[in-house]
Structure formats: structure tokens, C-alpha cells
């Protein structure tokens, strides 16, 4: 345990509205968040309750419409569109539901592309970089494979080392198990609590309580406003329960 936990995400009065012809949907009503280093953070809530657009801003792909976001120490709100580019390839990885690899390119190229923005890093460092990442994700042997040639966790696995190239501050996930069954579900999940306890700081956005109690605190979303925040007591292993499961009869 360190002394004094840096803070990596500090929301204050956030709001976000989106225009849908004559309707203004206000998508988030003023949150306050606040997200340290090293901390696994559930973002729950039912479909339409804001999880998605909070993820997208927290993540820079999308700005808020009033309120304040510090990112690492950075305001981001007055940033332009090229340095929020530039502040995700260097310090952001993400994961989404449906892996988002490129199709005609390999495991391995798929992972190099987020170093392809930090120029101080040359071809080879990127390709032992890529390697590395994906050894660390258990896909040593399937770096050569395009994505229609690996199984849906197989590819997540990509996206998660994809994520991880450049030595990301935060990770976002949104709904990263959502496609997957069960078993493949604990995988990953057992993926991210191994990250975790080496000290990286995920934000995971999921509606399922089951997979919110792999991490260490759940934040609920309901209509664009936060409200609950239970630190949990005690997270479920994901490896535990992937032992316990009824053994794969194929
Ligand atoms: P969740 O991820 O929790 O399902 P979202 O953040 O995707 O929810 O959506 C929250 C609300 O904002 C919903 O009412 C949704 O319809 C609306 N919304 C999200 N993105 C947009 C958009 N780009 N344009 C218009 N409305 C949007
Ligand atoms: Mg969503």
C-alpha cells in the first residue's frame, strides 16, 4: 500500500446533453466523481442511464456540455480534438463490447497501433512492445492470426493488450464481457483483476451485478445521475469461480 493514492479521475458538476432534433435528452445531470490510482471501479446501471456517455468522456472521446474534468492532473475540457487524440493514444486504453480489432490485420499489428502516436518509439520497440502485451494476455502463441481466425475471448484478449501497449494511466471497458458466455466472462474478467493487482486503474462499465462484484467499488447510474457508490467489501475472485464451474463437457 502506497501512502498518498494520486488521483487519476476528478469529476466535478458534469453534464452532458445531447440535441435529437427539437429534444434536448440530458444524458448526465451533474456528476461528481472521483477515482484514484489503482482502483477498480464498476460503473452500473440500467441501459440508457448515462453509463456509455460517461465512459466516452472520462475516456475523451466525447466532451462534456458543462462541468469539469481532470484527467491525471489535466483539464481536459479545453482541450482541442487533436490533443484529446493525442492524450488517448498516449495515456488511455480502452475495451469495448465488441473488441473493435481491425479485420485485415494481425493480432500483433492490431496491438502495435497505439504506439504508432508516440514517435520516440521505432518499429522494433513497437513490434517487441506488441509482443510483450501479448504474451501478458496468454496469446503468445496467436500473434500471427488475424481476428476471424480467434475465438471471441481470444480477441478480446487482443483488444485488452491493445489496451495495455502503451502503459495506459486508466483503462476504460464498456460492457468488455457483453458477448461472451460465462466462462469466457470469468476469463477475462480473472484478465482484469490480475491488472488490477499489479496497480492499474480500470473503469468498467457493465449492467451485470455479477461481473460489478469482480471489482472493488460500484458506482450506479440511474437518468445521468449517480446514486450509490458502495465500496465492496469483499470482491469475488475471478479465478475462484472460474474452479467452480461445472467442467467444459466438449
Ligand atoms: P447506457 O450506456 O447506460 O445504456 P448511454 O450513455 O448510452 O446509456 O445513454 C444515455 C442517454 O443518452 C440515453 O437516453 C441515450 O438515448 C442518450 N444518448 C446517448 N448517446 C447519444 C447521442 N449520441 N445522441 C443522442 N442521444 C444520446
Ligand atoms: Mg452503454
Redesign the pocket.
Same mark, same amino acid.
Given at each position: 500500500m502506497k501512502a498518498h493514492k494520486k488521483t487519476i479521475i476528478s469529476v466535478t458538476g458534469l453534464k452532458k446533453y @445531447?440535441? !435529437?432534433g427539437e429534444v434536448i !435528452?440530458q /444524458?448526465l445531470r451533474g456528476i461528481d466523481l472521483s477515482i484514484e490510482e489503482g482502483e477498480f471501479v464498476a460503473i452500473m +446501471? /440500467? $441501459? +440508457? $442511464?448515462?453509463? $456509455?456517455?460517461?465512459l466516452n468522456i472520462l475516456g475523451c472521446l466525447d466532451q462534456p456540455s458543462e462541468g469539469t474534468y481532470l484527467l491525471d492532473g489535466t483539464d481536459v475540457s479545453g482541450l482541442s480534438k487533436n490533443e484529446l487524440a493525442r492524450l488517448r493514444n498516449l495515456k488511455l486504453g480502452f475495451v469495448f463490447q465488441s473488441y473493435n480489432l481491425l479485420p485485415r490485420t494481425s493480432a500483433l499489428e492490431n496491438v502495435e497501433l497505439p504506439l504508432f502516436y508516440n514517435h520516440a518509439i521505432r518499429a522494433r520497440e513497437r513490434r517487441e512492445r506488441a509482443e510483450a502485451a501479448l504474451g501478458a494476455v496468454g496469446l503468445a502463441d496467436r500473434m500471427h492470426h488475424m481476428p476471424n481466425q480467434l475465438s471471441g475471448g481470444q480477441q478480446q484478449r487482443v483488444a485488452i493488450a491493445r489496451s495495455l501497449v502503451n502503459d495506459p494511466v486508466l483503462i476504460l471497458a464498456?460492457e468488455a464481457t457483453g458477448n461472451l458466455d460465462t466462462r469466457t466472462s470469468y476469463e477475462i474478467m480473472a484478465l482484469f483483476q490480475e491488472l488490477n493487482e499489479k496497480g492499474k486503474t480500470i473503469v468498467f !462499465?457493465t449492467?451485470e451485478p455479477e461481473i460489478a462484484e469482480f471489482m472493488g467499488r460500484n458506482v450506479v @447510474?440511474r437518468d445521468?445521475n449517480i446514486v450509490k457508490q458502495n465500496p465492496l467489501l469483499k470482491r469475488n475472485s475471478a479465478m475462484e469461480m472460474l474452479k467452480a464451474l461445472p467442467p467444459e463437457n466438449d
Open positions: @445531447f440535441r !435529437v !435528452v /444524458a +446501471g /440500467a $441501459s +440508457g $442511464s448515462g453509463k $456509455s456517455t460517461m464498456d !462499465v449492467h @447510474f445521468g
